[in-house]
DNA sequence: ATGTAGTTTAACCAAACGGTCAAAATTAAA
DNA sequence: TTTAATTTTGACCGTTTGGTTAAACTACAT
């Protein structure tokens, strides 16, 4: 039956996606996934023959959400300082969905960074800074972006909104003592972000 | 001969953290530590009881070492622009000698937050916010610096020099056809950084 | 009812793993 | 030089691991 496969198929793909995000590719046991999806063990290799394409199955589907959420913010028609503006609200707000997905998808990168070569080689970024360059030629000139500073400034804004996901362990220890909760903190962090980085690029 | 027993111990520790900064805990194999080191797999276990020992020691270690190099900037006698100049220099040159730490450091906290816990929690953020109040009472007012906002601002610090380690292997890719080469990135990213905060919270 | 193709399972396997042990080698003390 | 203590080793052990297999089960077409 073609839907009772489906079924199985994204049981199994759901589980593996929990285990491989919590435990890593070399922490995930075949065994625990199984466990996971509530079948045998023997039934994984049927449907995906390795750990290995298992594995590359759900990272190519996370990583690919991931940076899926990084380009709507170009498609937008609205002014450089607004796309930022949405940029923190709509990318923090995925991440708190996620919270994992930063600290798993950094971990298997620099484990297996040819894993990610594919996905990320056709990015064209060039292409991409055009773009934008077109849409906001007055705004590029107004601020202090430049080709040459799009690096530093982009990197600088995944930062911001990746990071503290990525070090939740050690924010929220920190925090603890502060009477800080995280989410409270990630909820203020999309204004507090936007503000930031905007006032830094006003000339 | 005590001085044999300092040699082989740290031939281990430093073959250990080599392993261990590379594969993980989980990745790590206990022989392949061995071979780095030149020894026999039962000596491991003669000066490191169980591998959970012997990671314990490496992780503190580097821990220790990431944190220490936050807080010399607490200690210098000047202005809190100059500290975060300073600041930004210092830890990034010191990422640049150790640029896998970050991305092992985030990992493991994910996978044991526990682990760090008794490390982190010896810092007491309150104080050293007391400290910095002192220092700088006439600057923080001057600057959008409040005991609220801190959190906010110190995690972005945190995260402009910091993530771009951890997320290295993605830039790298990106840079490629930018003909951008990541240390040189990272060069220009000491000053980047503190022009960019600096701009960011002045009012 | 019967055959057939796809699905699921329990039992099993070889390799790799962390860890142990007794003996050999080295060093220090007598 | 002999003795005792420490260090290093090869060989070994029980368990866990990813993966296989042959048989059982299911659904469906004939």
Redesign the pocket.
């Given at each position: 039956?073609?839907e009772?496969?489906k079924?199985?198929?994204e049981k199994i793909f759901e589980a593996a996606t929990d285990v491989f995000i919590e435990k890593g590719m070399d922490g995930?046991?075949?065994?625990?996934i199984?466990d996971h999806a509530?079948?045998?063990?023997?039934?994984?290799?049927?449907?995906?023959?390795?750990?290995?394409?298992?594995f590359n199955a759900v990272f190519e589907k996370i990583a690919g959400q991931m940076f899926k959420k990084f380009a709507p913010v170009f498609d937008e028609n609205i002014s450089l300082e607004e796309k930022i503006r949405f940029f923190f609200k709509e990318h923090i707000t995925f991440l708190q969905k996620n919270p994992r997905l930063p600290g798993f998808l950094l971990n298997e990168i620099n484990h297996n960074p040819a894993r990610i070569k594919k996905l990320i080689q056709q990015i064209d970024v060039n292409k991409l800074w055009m773009t934008l360059e077109a849409q906001h030629k007055d705004e590029l000139k107004k601020y202090n972006i430049t080709r040459e500073t799009m690096p530093q400034l982009m990197s600088s804004i995944a930062a911001i909104s990746v990071f503290p996901f990525a070090a939740r362990g050690i924010l929220e220890v920190l925090f603890e003592k502060m009477n800080i909760n995280f989410n409270d903190y990630m909820e203020e962090r999309k204004e507090y972000a936007a503000d930031f980085v905007i006032k830094a690029i006003k000339k």
């Open positions: 039956m073609t009772n496969d079924q199985t198929e995930a046991r075949m065994q625990d199984a509530g079948i045998n063990k023997a039934l994984l290799h049927y449907y995906y023959r390795t750990k290995d394409r298992l």
